[in-house]
C-alpha cells in the first residue's frame, strides 16, 4: 500500500507491501516549475487545457480537484447526469443490501454534494 500521489510521505524509492515490488518516483521532488523547465526546455508538447488554466488534468467531477470539479460538471452537464445516473444506481443497491441512505445518500443530488465537498445549504 502506497500513501496517495501528492502525501508529503512520499519518497524518490518506495516498497509497496501488496506486490512486494520497489517503485521509483523520479520527480517526487520536482515542483510545477521544474517541470515547465523540462517540457519546454526539451520541446516537449502539453495538453492546451494546461493553457487555458487547469492545474490537475484527469476525470471530469474528480473529486481530487473539488476546486473545479464542480463547474466542470456544468460545463459537461452529460457528465453530469452520468454521475447522477450512477449515484442512484448505487442508492438503489444500497437499499436492496440493507445499507443506510439516510443524510447525504439520501438522493443522487445530495450524493453529488458529498462528492463535491458541498456543504448542504
Known sequence: M?????AEKRRMVEHCIRTGKALVNPIID???SDVWEFLNGNGIEHCCL?????????????PMNTAAAA??????????????????RMIEKRKE?????????????KVMKWWLCIEDE
Open 30 to 32: 520536482w515542483d510545477e
Open 50 to 62: 494546461y493553457d487555458q488554466g487547469y492545474k490537475r488534468l484527469g476525470c471530469i467531477g474528480c
Open 97 to 109: 443490501r440493507g445499507l443506510g441512505v439516510e443524510g447525504k445518500w439520501e438522493t443522487p443530488e
Open 2 to 6: 502506497l500513501n496517495y500521489d501528492n
Open 71 to 88: 463547474a466542470d460538471l456544468e460545463k459537461y452537464p452529460e457528465y453530469k447526469r452520468l454521475y447522477l445516473k450512477a449515484f442512484e
